[in-house]
């Protein structure tokens, strides 16, 4: 069964290891005309690592990451509002890791060439628009090569759109769709080295609504304790209008001027925001976007999954992890059914509805809710409040770890790293 994956990040290359881990050979396209070690932090939550450990990549990810051991929400003043454990210290099997996204990226990449091959990834290919043969047989997908403007036919008998909130693919299965929806916090987004924060193992959260924001955490583990680490930051800010059409696909450049005068009024006593700002090699601006929750992802031999499939608000560091699940899930239906029609429905069935019902818990803060229920009181979150808040997110996401630590794998085969 030949099996074409479009787009070559995160959720596209797990999609591949997955399959290939499966007994298939996927070969992916990827638009850019190479892959590079770009982007600002992300975290893998358990649920994640746990099927990047099963793929065989469990060390490969500890080498590049750091396991966060508790999360902490605080006020502007940084006076504390919650605090919960992380990962392994939240009893988990599988820890949490902040990890750069470029080098997350790379390491997937390596394991995708090194496994499948060294042209299972073709760089520079446009995906522009597929033609189905219905539930019967094969596809085939057309692009354009971005080297010579050629275009290129490639027959497909499963087509999975891997390629992002702006998915050519997901945008001709739902044509009517429209453009994402902003909700008017911009993200000002930078990394710099910076000494550890609050034991060196925390992730900040801190302010309260969305556009008044302020989150840190470290992406990498120095060797020496007091070293400076690689420190990643969000500040986010509201500007008027900016929700009725976002450009979604800005990253404006940020002054550093810019951005020291927006954290002017924040007093955070265990981290000197001007130094960090000071310190950042980039800062670039993103709108904080997401597309309403679909109807239906497959139609006959073709797909959808990851941020294709559902693009959510950052709340609660759900949308890279559940990319990795998807991919998983979707291999594990793919070898289970003879029938790729078939196998498809039931990788909708499985993942689509809590991923929508996630997209919108998200669009309503998530866990993040504990911190704004803070700003509207004045004051701290009865304990019991938040970990109502906090735990029920966590059953939405189907992560708490009872149901993480107990359910069945989705491996298929055994995994040779």
């Known amino acids: 069964m030949k099996i074409v994956v479009v787009g070559g990040g995160v959720a596209g290359l797990v999609t591949a290891l997955s399959l290939h881990a499966a007994g298939m050979t996927p070969l992916v396209y990827e638009s850019a005309r190479e892959l590079t070690a770009l982007g600002v932090g992300i975290n893998v939550l358990p649920h994640a690592v ?36 992380l990962g392994l210290t939240a009893g988990y099997r599988w820890p949490q890791y902040s990890v750069h996204r470029g080098r997350l990226q790379m390491m997937l990449l390596d394991a995708v060439r090194t496994r499948i091959g060294p042209d299972a990834v073709r760089t520079g290919m446009a995906f522009e628009h597929f033609e189905s043969s219905g539930d019967q047989g ?21 087509l999975v759109g891997a390629d992002g909130i702006d998915s050519r693919l997901r945008a001709q299965l739902h044509p009517d769709e429209g453009p994402p929806r902003g909700n008017g916090v911009q993200m000002w987004r930078g990394m710099s080295r910076y000494p550890h924060i609050l034991g060196g193992r925390t992730i900040v959260v801190a302010g309260g609504r ?8 470290p992406v990498e583990d ?63 601006e993103y709108p904080m976007v997401d597309r309403d929750p679909l109807p239906r992802w497959s139609f006959g031999r073709v797909t959808l999954a990851g941020d294709a499939a559902h693009p959510m608000y950052p709340m609660g560091m ?25 196998a498809l429905e039931r990788y909708d069935h499985l993942r689509r509805e809590p991923l929508n019902q996630l997209v919108l818990a998200n669009r309503e803060l998530g866990p993040e809710r504990i911190i704004a229920m803070a700003e509207e009181t004045g004051g701290p979150v009865p304990a019991e409040q938040a970990m109502a808040v906090s735990q029920g997110y966590k059953r939405l996401a189907g992560c708490t770890t009872a149901v993480l630590n107990g359910r069945d794998s989705w491996s298929v085969l055994p995994v040779v790293p």
Not at 59 to 71: C, F, K, Q, S, T
Not at 210 to 217: E, L, N, Q, R, T
Not at 322 to 334: K, P, T
Request: charged fraction near 25%; hydrophobic fraction near 40%; charge should be negative.
């Open 222 to 284: 120095t060797a020496v304790e007091d070293e400076p680490t690689l420190m990643n930051w969000v500040l986010e800010i509201r500007r008027p209008g900016s929700a009725d059409a976002p450009d979604h696909r800005s990253s404006r450049p940020v002054p550093p001027t810019e951005a020291l005068a927006e954290v002017a009024d924040w007093n955070l006593p265990w981290v000197d925001l001007p130094e960090l700002i000071r310190g950042s090699t980039d800062i670039h």
């Open 210 to 217: 969305p556009g008044a924001k302020f989150v840190a955490y």
């Open 138 to 158: 094969p596809g085939a997908a057309h692009f354009v090569d971005r080297r010579t403007g050629a275009p290129v036919v490639v027959e497909a008998d499963v």
């Open 50 to 85: 746990r099927e990047l450990t099963e793929l065989g990549l469990g060390d490969a990810l500890d080498a590049i990451g750091l396991a966060p051991e508790r999360l902490v929400y605080c006020d502007r003043q940084g006076r504390p509002i919650w605090e919960e454990p």
């Open 318 to 342: 759900n949308g890279g992890s559940q990319s990795i699940v998807d991919a998983r899930v979707l291999a594990w239906a793919l070898s289970r059914y003879d029938d790729p029609v078939r």
